[in-house]
Structures are given as structure tokens and as C-alpha cells.
């Protein structure tokens, strides 16, 4: 598939790492960013000359792509907006970190009236805001798609074709199953973190080294966006919670009654699972 | 300082460092590299072919410096075989993770026959041994320096003078606020980084992004020498691991509440604290 007309809809960190990637994938196809703010638009502006943008949704009109880079719980306003300037072959997806929620949300406002897929790339760091976006933001990265079930086969394979175009590793999960799996894998890690750097406190911080730094990078994040996230995620969040605050426990036990062979046992399997895990 | 002769022993990850630092460092000062089995021998004289290398702990003698690899529960054995071989003015130090059981060890054994200070180099990653080892490890590294009370201060200076000159920048307390702090900002980490790959289990691995590889990075590290850490500090890690907890348990109740404010002033809290930390 090459898009003629891409659009990128309140671009952040993530959206606006698309619309870059987009310019430097399909330099050929026509880029429109929308901003609901206009004092936003001259960074973008500048960054990508060759793109429209706009504070109306209408410069939308005639994409192939669709792409919203808001939160989850704006998302379904934004659509509700956007659904006169869509048409029925126009593929609209994501970005967000939640994912169920969000395909309730969206599936049926935009059944028959565009192609909806939800995406969520797993790349993006500490930083926030459209300062932040790169063009190789999605190199190596994966994507998850989460097709609802009366997706089309053309939708999947489209936003495929499309996130891969990025330089993204497209990875398939239902909704729900999304959301399990990120609670483990990103939530619970920046909730712990978070937890972890009031834990440390601030008087080590001068001998603070690698170890601290990497455990606790996430925890720098922006606190307003990481808040909808977790509550976005509630239920899969806590109960991972839930299994972490055991493990603390197991520790602690361990360390009290000075048992060094449950202790190895426990970091051992853990050292395990992480070195399972390609790359560092 | 210039010494005319450096000893390191038993060289791991950090010692094995120390001693290709010391040789980029000092290319005109003898290096001895002792170690216990006969086996280790042979990588150590390959990738220092101008050093001396034995089993004999008497080939340290004449040291300006010796520099004690091994972990803190085998220290004091080993001062004790090496006490034939010091003279009063030899700087002994090492560089062992926990420093308060070191100093109370160490400072009455060597007291009036050698010239003796903790170090503890904030340096590694999750691999170990010398094969790990590298010439640029301490580059900018913090190395904390714990004397003891009877010190004096030329033990002091020169100590500082010596991790200087291998790039590291040195940080001075006392042994037991060493610990203490340490407890936080590294054992802490370690143990929550270990209990976090646990809870987030494997089946999400294949979607693992960049915030779960730095923030479980270090629980790839050795099971056998984090579990001696971890024991050998462990009223302060038990501390540590309470305060945690107590914020794992606040997290949690601000999400089953759905407390927007309290989640966005815990989240905040921590990101200001993170972000006041140079570098990243």
C-alpha cells in the first residue's frame, strides 16, 4: 500500500515521531498534522515544511491514513469530530498504551464509516511532546495490534504493511490480552519504578550509579500522561501489583531469616528470565 | 603518587578492571596479579602480558598498593595470608559492596601494618569475571571512599589520588552511611529490579520495550554475589524494602480508589526527584 494522503492527529512524543517517520517513509505521499492548539503548529511547521497543518479537522479530507495521536480518553471524542472527513476505506488507528478500553470505545463509532485497527508502539522514552519526536522512534520497535473482531483481513495487513514501513516489528494480540501483557511488561515497571525512587530518597543520590539509573529511567516520565495510563489499566495493573508486593515479601523473609539458598533461588530465576530476553 | 609496584588480588569483574586501568594508568609500575587457582592464570597474563602473575601471595611484596578483588565474606582470610607480605606503608583497599563488616574486619587486622582504607567502586554491570573486565570501567564512575576512624589522612589523599588517576571521581563516607545509602541506591534496585521480572513473569517477553530492559537490567547480574550483598547488608536493605512496600501499598489504594490526584502527586514526586539527577 502506498498512502497518498497520511494524517496525523495531535501529534505528542509518539504522533509526532509518526508524522517524521511518515515524511522520511512516504516522502512521495501528502502529510496533514492537526493540532487542536495553533500555537502548536510552528514547531511542527518547522520540522516537517513539507506537511499541512491545521486546527481543523476537515484538511483530513481524503486520507488513506488516519493516524490519532491523542490519549486514550480523548480518543473518542476526537473520532466523533472526525467522522464526516472520513471515508469507508480510510484506515484510522492509535496510539495509545491501553487498549480494551479504547476498541470499545472506538469499534463501533467507526464501524461502516472508516477502517479502524488499534496500535500500540512500544517505543518512546522518558521525554514527552512533540520536542521530543525522532523519525527512527519506531526502528527495531515493536507495535502491537490489537484487531477487535469484526476487523476486515485488508485492515490488519494494511496497518501492518504501514507500522513495518516505520521500521517496526508488527506483533498481534487481542485487546484484552494487550492489556494483560503491557500491565506486566510497562505499567508495573514505571509504577515500581516511581515507587523505587521514593524508596531511595534523594540523600544517595550523588553515588547514584548505572544500576540506579537504568532501574529508575522510566520513573522521569510525564506523571499526568503515566496517571491515565495506570488508571486506564487498572484492574491488570493491580493485579500485577499484587504479585510484585509477594515477591517483596518472599525477599524480605528470605533476608530476615538470612535463608541464602532461597535467596540465590529467587535471583537466580529472575536472572534467568532476563537473560532469556534478546539484546540487553 | 607514582607507585613503583601495584598488586591486585583475586580479580573478578572489578578487580580484573583495576588492573588493566592500572596498567593503561601506571605503564611504568610492576603489576602483580595474584589469584587463588592456577586456572585463572592464563586469561589474565594474556590481556596483561607486561604483568607478573602467580598464586603465591608472596609475589606481592614491596607493593605500593594492593587492591583486594574478593568478596567481603573472604577478606579477612585473605589479609590475614597476606599480612607476612605488607609493609607499614602499603595502601591496601577493596573493593567490596558492603563497607561497615569490611572496616570492623579489616581496620583491627591490618591496624600499624599497613595503610588501609575501604573502597567501593560504583562501577559493573550485570556480567562478571575477569573476562568482563575492562580498562575504562571507572571513567567518571563514582568510587566511595569509607575511612575508618583511625585513618590517617595520606591514606586518604593517596587512595584518592589512585581512583582518580583510573577516571573515577571520588566520593568520601563513612562506612556506615555508606551503607546505608548504598542500600538504597544500589542493593534496593537490585532486589526490586529481580521481585519485577518475577511479577512480569515471560508470556509478555516478545513485547518488552525499552522501559522494561533498563528497569530489569540488572537482574541479569550474578545470583551467588548479589545474594552475599544483599545478606551482608541486609538490616539496611530490610529498611529499604519496608519503604517500598509502604509505597507499592499507597500506589495501589490511589488506584483502586481511583485517586487521579494522589496517583499524579506520587508519580510527580518521583519524576522530580529522577529528573534532579544529572545525566541520564
Tied chains: 1, 2.
Excluded at 550509579?209 to 491515565?228: C, F, K
Aim: net charge positive; aromatic share 4%.
Amino acid at each position: 500500500m502506498k498512502p497518498g494522503k497520511i494524517s496525523v492527529l495531535a501529534p505528542g512524543l509518539i504522533g509526532g515521531s509518526v508524522a517524521l517517520a511518515c515524511a522520511r517513509a512516504f516522502p512521495d505521499s501528502t502529510l496533514f498534522v492537526w493540532s487542536r492548539k495553533k500555537e502548536s503548529l510552528a514547531p511542527i511547521q518547522k520540522s516537517l515544511p513539507k506537511a499541512k497543518t491545521g486546527t481543523d479537522l476537515s484538511g483530513a479530507t481524503g486520507s488513506d491514513i488516519v493516524v490519532l495521536g491523542a490519549p486514550a480518553p480523548v480518543l473518542a471524542d476526537l473520532v466523533r469530530s472526525l467522522l464526516p472527513h472520513l471515508g469507508a476505506q480510510t484506515l484510522v488507528t492509535d496510539v495509545a498504551s491501553v487498549k480494551a478500553s479504547v476498541e470499545k470505545e472506538l469499534a463501533p463509532l467507526l464501524q461502516g464509516r472508516a477502517r479502524w485497527i488499534g496500535s500500540h508502539p512500544m517505543a518512546g522514552s522518558e521525554d514527552s511532546g512533540f520536542a521530543a519526536a525522532r523519525a527512527d522512534l519506531f526502528q527495531g520497535a515493536p507495535v502491537l495490534l490489537t484487531p477487535g473482531k469484526s476487523i476486515g483481513a485488508d485492515t490488519f495487513r494494511d496497518a501492518s504493511v504501514f507500522w513495518q514501513a516505520l521500521g517496526a516489528r508488527v506483533i498481534q494480540l487481542d485487546p484484552e490480552e494487550h492489556d494483560r501483557q503491557v500491565a506486566r511488561i510497562s505499567h508495573l515497571p514505571h509504577a515500581v519504578a516511581a515507587a523505587l525512587v521514593r524508596a531511595a530518597g534523594t540523600s544517595g543520590l550523588p553515588v547514584a550509579g548505572p544500576g540506579y539509573r537504568d532501574t529508575t529511567r522510566v520513573a522521569a516520565g510525564p506523571s499526568d500522561m503515566w496517571a491515565e495510563i495506570l488508571l486506564g489499566n487498572r484492574t491488570e495493573v493491580l493485579a500485577s501489583l499484587r504479585d510484585l508486593r509477594q515477591g517483596v515479601e518472599q525477599l524480605a523473609t528470605a533476608l530476615e531469616k538470612q535463608d541464602r539458598p532461597t535467596l540465590v533461588k529467587f535471583l537466580d530465576e529472575a536472572a534467568q528470565i532476563r537473560r532469556n530476553l534478546s539484546g540487553s
